[in-house]
């Protein structure tokens, strides 16, 4: 089974770039900045990967993104995580990137998407993976830095497919960032948000019809509003659900009670995820063998799953049917 989910073909709708900086990597970029990172060795700073809750992880991550200061940083970061996706089999990604985690650091926008940008290139050119860039908000930031964001991006807007919004989901529901919505998808990019993840499934609803998303990522809480999940259902709206992500952030106390399988089976359009892989433990085989472990998720579940990810990805209709074509082909040859 385990060596049925990595060859099987996948996308990736939600992944943080930064969540994939890993320990030794970050070592790495530290030495070559100049920068003193407050762990002596890779073994300590992976004992601190022991979260009580989303902030908790949160603080780290953005202490973790320090390291990341020159366009070759961003490259050889977004580089490690397509050689990840190649030894998977995950042939198309829509990776999330935070600006602000950057440019608040002075570390000027262009340099940030430049390194993405090019190294996403060079996998479409080197690997046959597509992609398309989706630029998050942080919505512990106000609506003002989000604007002023969204105006730093323009310029590259053909670098990017469309926007999201991350970070602490307590305290900062999606109303605040209703405007900054409206204004992107004005300009033609498509809309992501996470709800649903620490917070109610109200935050979902808000979400939908305030922000007008595309897709919701997480979405897990959803299920506490059975109306909700008819909606849901009824809308085809799918949920980028991140089953190793919702364990180590406790959303979650033990595998065997995520809801993801439930959800699949009343008609939810889900999708696997590995949000931040470098801190919880997984890319997305491992999200994936988490399940059949953990829920007892059958090949056929699966095969659903990846079937979900491309059908939800935002890929021309060409790329999705040659991506379920290449599904059916490897499901018919097991
Ligand atoms: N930023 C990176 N990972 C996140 C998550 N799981 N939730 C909210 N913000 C994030
Ligand atoms: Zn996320």
């Not at 940030?112 to 597509?130: M, N, P, Q, T």
């Not at 919505?139 to 105006?151: C, F, G, I, K, V």
């Not at 109610?200 to 506490?224: F, M, S, W, Y």
């Amino acid at each position: 089974m385990e060596s049925f989910l990595n060859a099987m073909p996948k996308a990736e709708l939600h992944l943080h770039l930064e969540g994939t900086l890993e320990p030794e990597l970050m070592f790495q970029f530290a030495q070559r900045n100049g920068i003193t990172l407050p762990y002596e060795t890779v073994d300590q700073l992976r004992e601190a990967y022991d979260f009580g809750n989303l902030q908790d992880f949160l603080d780290l991550y953005y202490q973790g993104a320090e390291v990341l200061q020159t366009e070759q940083d961003f490259y050889d970061l977004t580089w490690a995580y397509i050689e990840r996706c190649k030894a998977q089999n995950v042939i198309h990604i829509e990776p999330f990137f935070d600006p602000q985690t950057h440019t608040d650091r002075s570390v000027p926008f262009a340099t940030v998407i430049s390194g993405i940008s090019r190294a996403l290139h060079d996998a479409e050119i080197k690997y046959g993976i597509s992609s398309g860039l989706i630029m998050c908000f942080l919505r512990h930031l106000s609506e003002l830095e989000a604007l002023n964001t969204l105006h730093q991006a323009e310029p590259y807007l053909d670098k990017i497919i469309g926007i999201g919004l991350d970070s602490s989901e307590q305290g900062h529901p999606p109303a605040k960032f209703e405007r900054v919505f409206a204004k992107a998808r004005s300009m033609g990019l498509l809309a992501v948000a996470h709800a649903g993840e620490e917070g109610p499934a109200q935050n979902v609803i808000d979400t939908l019809d305030l922000l007008k998303v595309d897709r919701i990522d997480h979405g897990v809480r959803a299920a506490e509003d059975a109306a909700l999940m008819q909606r849901l259902a009824k809308e085809k709206m799918a949920l980028t659900v991140c089953p190793l992500s919702n364990t180590r952030l406790r959303v979650f106390n033990d595998m065997s009670q995520h809801n993801i399988l439930q959800m699949l089976e009343q008609g939810l359009k889900v999708t696997v995820n590995s949000d931040d892989p470098a801190y919880f433990g997984g890319y997305l085989t491992e999200n994936f063998i988490a399940l059949e472990q953990g829920l007892g998720m059958t090949r056929e579940q699966a095969v659903q799953l990846a079937a979900n990810s491309f059908e939800y990805s935002f890929a021309s209709r060409e790329r999705k049917s040659e991506m379920k074509k290449l599904l059916q082909q490897f499901s018919a040859g097991q």
